[in-house]
Nanobody
Framework: QAQLVESGGGLVQAGGSLRLSCAASGRAASSYYMGWFRQAPGKEREFVAAISTTSGTTSVADSVKGRFTVSRDNAKNMLWLQMNTLTPDDTAVYYC???????????????????WGQGTQVTVSS
């Protein structure tokens, strides 16, 4: 019954902000790591940011570093992605992902995550 439910996507102008949320339940709620990936039309899925639910250590893609912040609330089994200074290049479907297995470092590869949300569309207009 692992489940990840995302919300918060939408349409914003360049320079604006959005906050995405992801609620984990079932087996996904006991994950060591939770993170965000995105996929733009015609492009491959790419890593955005992830966090260790135990240590709080994060990994953030260079393309969004300084603009996006990933955080979590373990008590509520929630994951957030605060996105600031958005640009049209950030337009994509954003997916929440969770990894139940421990790893030495915060995973940044999509195949290392077993649980995925449905995706939420983020569109940034110029």
């Amino acid at each position: 019954q692992a489940q990840l439910v995302e919300s918060g996507g939408g349409l914003v102008q360049a320079g604006g902000s959005l906050r995405l949320s992801c609620a984990a339940s079932g087996r996904a709620a006991s994950s060591y790591y939770m993170g965000w990936f995105r996929q733009a039309p015609g492009k491959e899925r790419e890593f955005v940011a992830a966090i260790s639910t135990t240590s709080g250590t994060t990994s953030v893609a260079d393309s969004v570093k300084g603009r996006f912040t990933v955080s979590r609330d373990n008590a509520k089994n929630m994951l957030w992605l605060q996105m600031n200074t958005l640009t049209p290049d950030d337009t994509a479907v954003y997916y929440c992902a969770a990894r139940q297995l421990y790893n030495r470092v915060v995973p940044t590869i999509d195949v290392m995550y077993a649980y995925w949300g449905q995706g939420t569309q983020v569109t940034v207009s110029s």
